[in-house]
């Protein structure tokens, strides 16, 4: 083997893609070859250089504990909660809420909310979200309790408001009974000439 071929063989030799017989007749050439010995170091000490930061992070993630897996159980919880009372116990946070559930529907709710982290988490959350939307109107109620004007002048303004009323529906059948003597005093009277003119006509 020549040196041109040699120099040609040294990415596969460095590799270890060579054939047995041509590895052999490369280590020979460059044990009596001393140019392409000299050569075939500093391309050795190259491709090692290019390789170095890449080799010593390898070497320091091999020293260093790797955290457990969790897909696989990531994965097995996912396929439980797909399958299992994860779905219908979310459907029945609302009621379970509220206290519209039966005993035996709001025991089994919390029994399942006590044994599924996924689902307890997802009933805190919907509880904080009701409970943050609620708050503000409790609040608002209580500081209007607190403000609440005082009963009496409340009581006296409605005990003026009826006498009103009252007077007023006096006032109106007073009325009434005014237009009613006068019609039948009116009618008396006109009753009363007519017997009068009729008495006073020639027979």
């Not at 060579?18 to 460059?30: M, Y």
Request: net charge negative.
């Amino acid at each position: 083997m020549d040196c041109t071929v040699m120099k040609r063989t040294f990415p596969a030799l460095m590799a270890g893609d060579l054939p047995v017989a041509e590895t052999a007749q490369a280590e020979e050439h460059l044990l009596h070859c001393e140019s392409c010995s000299r050569e075939f170091e500093a391309y050795e000490s190259r491709f090692y250089m290019q390789y170095e930061p890449a080799g010593k992070a390898m070497a320091a993630a091999s020293k260093a504990a790797l955290p457990e897996l969790q897909v696989e159980k990531f994965q097995a919880a996912l396929k439980a909660r797909l399958q299992g009372d994860c779905p219908r116990v979310e459907g029945l946070f609302t009621r379970f809420l509220g206290n519209e559930l039966s005993r035996a529907e709001s025991d089994g709710v919390a029994a399942h909310l006590q044994g599924c982290e996924p689902c307890s988490r997802a009933f805190e959350a919907y509880e904080g979200r009701v409970f943050g939307q609620v708050e503000p109107a409790g609040m608002a109620l209580e500081a209007a309790a607190k403000c609440a004007p005082p009963e009496g002048p409340m009581v006296g303004f409605w005990n003026r408001i009826a006498a009103r009323i009252a007077e007023d529906r006096r006032r109106a059948s007073w009325r009434r009974m005014t237009w009613a003597l006068n019609a039948a005093a009116l009618l008396i009277i006109g009753v009363s000439l007519s017997y009068l003119v009729a008495g006073q006509a020639p027979v």
